[in-house]
């Protein structure tokens, strides 16, 4: 085990390693930069390749060829780099090309505020793409979590074939904090399914042929050559559309497909922190550095008398709506505190449709933090607007 004093954007860096990443490409923006610092530095290092790109775009494009080569790859950017992106982003999850994308956001649209801090691409994850491509992404709340959440996209990415987000923000990623890094051989790691067995029994079919399936995924340059595509939208059972053509209902399997092999592995893939949630009849949800201040706010409202409890959410995409009504069974008022218009807010409201339970927000975007007092202040509020 080693102590060491990083950044939050060093600990994805080292996560990644850890999780045996051995490309990097990208492109220097505020407050994402000292990932590509750093990466530029770490992957010589450990016998990988950074590769400075022009554009966020062409580093995208170049995580898909590497990830095509059969190397774990991962770029990182913010918030007008990840709108540029969501083409290829698009392009990787139709292709299943397993790649991981660190959005240390900041604030604002547009430009924005480069040197502060959001929570503002929520809703992007899932329908930033065009074509219904499913997101997957988690949320670290510390700079400690950077490091193994890290480890976990990489191994979600592999695992499911697709493209993994991880939601940092600028307060975590221009935060330092001590970590302690283990010994990487110790990692626990997953590779991606790659076909084996005589090469004739492979060549030309993708294996898909239920919903749930994640096919092989030969490397390029392989034997396995009819294994190889970046097409992404693949015949039921063998084949792409450039080989055989391509009919309304491979279409239709294929889309279906590419949400039903995640959503078959939710409770897999779902990680999240429950504290007093089971008599709480106020429950704070939140996710990222946000949650901070709502795991210290249940606490303070616990001591002032209010039964308050916290379900923090760390796999954000696909949303756990199950996850939420279960933690919120009790609970009469629900307070999401996050630093924007109420993205997250509007996704527990949507899961407790059908409950009485009253959903509110904190909200700031100002790139200020959340802070206990106000989320107990507003428990408060309705509290008292209940009675």
């Known amino acids: 085990m080693t102590r060491r004093l990083l950044f939050g954007n060093e600990a994805f860096c080292e996560g990644a390693i850890a999780a045996g990443v051995r490309f990097y490409a990208g492109y220097p923006i505020t407050p994402a930069t000292e990932i590509a610092e750093t990466m530029s530095r770490r992957m010589p290092e450990v016998g990988g390749t950074y590769v400075q790109m022009e554009d966020e775009l062409g580093a995208a494009a170049a995580l898909m060829g590497a990830s095509a080569a059969g190397v774990k790859s991962v770029t990182a950017s913010s918030g007008p780099g990840m709108a540029l992106i969501q083409n290829e982003i698009g392009q990787a999850i139709a292709a299943e090309c397993p790649m991981v994308i660190i959005n240390v956001q900041r604030a604002g649209p547009g430009i924005g505020n480069a040197t502060r801090s959001g929570q503002m691409e929520f809703m992007q994850v899932r329908y930033g793409t065009n074509g219904e491509a499913p997101g997957v992404a988690i949320a670290p709340s510390t700079v400690e979590e950077a490091f193994w959440l890290t480890i976990q996209a990489v191994n979600f990415s592999e695992m499911l074939r697709t493209v993994v987000v991880v939601l940092g923000d600028g307060l975590l990623g221009l935060q330092r904090a001590v970590v302690d890094l283990p010994d990487y051989s110790t990692i626990k790691t997953i590779e991606r399914p790659r076909p084996s067995g005589p ?189």
């Open 199 to 387: 090469v004739q029994e492979w060549r030309g079919s993708y294996a898909a042929n239920e919903l749930d399936d994640i096919p092989p995924m030969a490397d390029f340059g392989s034997p396995y050559k009819g294994l190889v595509s970046t097409v992404g939208l693949f015949k039921r059972g063998g084949g792409d559309s450039t080989v055989e053509g391509l009919d309304q209902s491979d279409q239709d399997f294929t889309v279906r497909r590419l949400h039903q092999k995640i959503l078959s592995r939710q409770k897999e893939i779902t990680l999240f922190e429950q504290k007093m949630t089971e008599d709480a009849e106020v429950v704070y949800v939140a996710w990222g550095t946000q949650a901070l201040s709502a795991l210290e706010a249940a606490d303070q409202a616990r001591a002032q008398g209010i039964k308050a409890g916290v379900l923090r959410l760390i796999t954000v995409w696909p949303f756990p709506s199950d996850l939420v009504r279960q933690a919120c069974a009790n609970a009469r008022l629900v307070v999401v505190p996050e630093m924007n218009m109420g993205q997250c807010q509007l996704m527990v409201t949507h899961a407790l449709a059908n409950t009485a339970t009253r959903v509110v927000g904190v909200n700031h975007v100002d790139s200020n933090f959340i802070t206990p007092a106000e989320i107990i202040a507003k428990t408060r509020e309705h509290l008292e607007q209940s009675k």
